[in-house]
C-alpha cells in the first residue's frame, strides 16, 4: 500500500511539473480575462498583498488553476476506474496540446474563470461519487461544498458541472437502490443551492435573470429542452440494456456519457447568439471527455494484449505479451514528447490584453459583478441568513448522526 500511495505521488509530480513546462512562458504574457463570480478575484488579492500587480495575480491565479486541471482529472477516473493506468492515460492526454481548446479558451478567449471552474468540476464530481456510494455525511458536506466553490468560480462551470454530476449520478442508479442514490443527488444539491445564498441570494439571481448574461443562458436552456428529447432518451436505454447492474462497466458508460452529453451541445448548432452560451464554450468539457475516454479505453486494450488468444489478426505469442506493453508504452511516451515539441501552446486568436466583465468573443455591458452591486443591503442579509440557516441544519443533521451512531 505504502509504495502504492508513493507511486501515486510520483505520476502526479511528474503530471504537474509537465503542465508547468507547458505553459510557463505564458506567466509573464499578458491575456483577457472575464469574471462573473468572486473566487479568482479574491484568490489574487491576497497575492497583491505581496506587491504583485492586479493584472499579474489573477493571470498566475489562472494560470495555477490550469496546471491542476489534469491532476482533478487524474482523482476522478482513478476514482471511477480503481485503475492509476486510466488515471494517468487520461491526465496526459487532457495535457497535451492536442487538446488545446482549454488553453485557448483561458489565455485567447478570456474564458479564464471557466476554465479554472474546470480544475474543481472533477474533484466535485469525485466527492458526490463518494457519497453516493457510502452515504457519509462528512461526504455530502464536501460534495456540496465542491459544488459551491465551482458555483462561486464561473456560472457557466456550474451549469457544467451539473450535467457532469448527472451522468456520474445516473451510473451509480444504475447499479443498483436507484431511488436512494438520486435522492442523495438531490440533499447535495440543495445543500450546496443554500451555502451560495450569501453570494447567489434571490434577488441578484432575479436581477441576473434580466441581464444579458442572463437571458442568454435562459435561451440556451430553452434551446437545450428538445437537444434532452434526444439525448435523456438515448442515454436512458443505452444505459439500462447494457449497463445496468454491470459495475465493471460503469468507467465506460461515465466517459462516453459525458462525451455524448457535451459532443452533442458543442455540435448540435446555435444554442444562443451570445457568447456566453456559444457551443464552443463547451469545447473544453469535450476534451475532457473525450481524455476520460481515452483513459478507460487505452487500459482496457493494454489489460486485453495480456488475455487475447492469438488470432490471425493478432498472431503475437503469448510469451511476447508483455513485453509488446513495454513497447507501447514507450511508443506513448515518444508520441506525447512528439506531440508536445510540435505543436506548442501558442495565442493563436490575438494577443488581447485587458480585463472583461463577462463574454469571450465580445464583451457583454452588464455584467454579473455589475448586477450584485444594484442589490441593497437587505438583500444581502437574506443572502446570509440562508447561508447561515443551511449551515445551521448541515450542523443539527450532522449532530443528530453523530448521537445515533448512524
Request: net charge positive; hydrophobic share 55%; charged share 15%.
Amino acid at each position: 500500500m505504502h509504495n502504492r500511495v508513493k507511486a501515486d505521488y510520483l505520476l502526479m509530480l511528474g503530471i504537474l511539473l509537465g503542465n508547468l513546462a507547458l505553459v510557463w512562458r505564458f506567466f509573464t504574457i499578458p491575456f483577457p480575462c472575464a469574471f462573473s463570480a468572486p473566487v479568482v478575484p479574491t484568490l489574487a488579492s491576497g497575492l497583491q498583498v505581496l506587491g504583485i500587480s492586479s493584472e499579474l495575480a489573477i493571470h498566475w491565479i489562472l494560470l495555477v488553476f490550469y496546471v491542476l486541471g489534469p491532476l482533478s482529472l487524474f482523482f476522478l477516473v482513478r476514482e471511477v476506474t480503481g485503475r492509476r493506468l486510466a488515471a494517468v492515460l487520461a491526465s496526459v492526454l487532457y495535457s497535451l496540446p492536442l487538446l488545446r481548446s482549454r488553453f485557448e479558451a483561458m489565455v485567447s478567449l478570456g474564458d479564464g474563470a471557466h476554465v479554472a471552474s474546470m480544475t474543481l468540476i472533477p474533484l466535485a464530481a469525485f466527492s458526490l461519487l463518494r457519497f453516493l456510494k457510502s452515504g457519509s455525511f462528512a461526504s455530502a458536506v464536501v460534495a456540496s461544498m465542491a459544488i459551491l466553490l465551482v458555483a462561486l468560480t464561473s456560472p457557466f462551470g456550474l451549469f457544467a458541472l451539473f450535467l457532469v454530476l448527472l451522468v456520474v449520478t445516473f451510473s451509480e442508479m444504475l447499479l443498483g437502490f436507484g431511488r436512494l442514490k438520486f435522492l442523495r443527488f438531490v440533499l447535495v444539491v440543495v445543500f450546496a443551492f443554500g451555502l451560495s445564498g450569501f453570494w447567489y441570494n434571490p434577488e441578484f439571481i432575479r436581477l441576473t435573470l434580466f441581464s444579458p448574461s442572463g437571458r442568454a443562458v435562459i435561451v440556451a436552456i430553452k434551446n437545450l429542452i428538445p437537444l434532452s428529447f434526444f439525448i435523456v432518451p438515448i442515454l436512458g436505454t443505452f444505459g439500462f440494456l447494457i449497463f445496468d447492474k454491470r459495475a465493471h462497466l460503469q468507467p465506460l458508460f461515465v466517459a462516453l456519457g459525458l462525451t455524448i452529453v457535451f459532443g452533442l451541445i458543442s455540435f448540435a448548432g446555435g444554442l444562443s447568439p451570445i457568447a456566453v452560451s456559444a457551443q464552443s464554450r463547451y469545447l473544453p468539457e469535450v476534451s475532457l471527455s473525450i481524455a476520460f475516454l481515452w483513459g478507460v479505453v487505452g487500459a482496457f486494450v493494454y489489460d486485453l494484449i495480456l488475455v487475447v488468444q492469438p488470432r490471425r489478426w493478432f498472431p503475437v505469442p503469448l510469451s511476447k505479451r508483455k513485453f509488446l506493453r513495454r513497447v507501447l508504452l514507450v511508443a506513448f511516451v515518444v508520441f506525447c514528447l512528439a506531440v508536445t515539441v510540435a505543436f506548442p501552446f501558442q495565442e493563436t486568436l490575438g494577443r488581447r490584453t485587458g480585463r472583461l466583465v463577462v463574454g469571450i468573443t465580445k464583451p457583454v455591458v452588464t455584467g454579473l459583478g455589475e448586477v450584485r452591486e444594484q442589490t441593497d443591503v437587505a438583500d444581502r442579509l437574506v443572502g446570509y441568513g440562508i447561508s447561515l440557516g443551511t449551515l445551521m441544519v448541515i450542523g443539527m443533521i450532522g449532530g443528530w448522526l453523530k448521537r445515533e451512531r448512524i
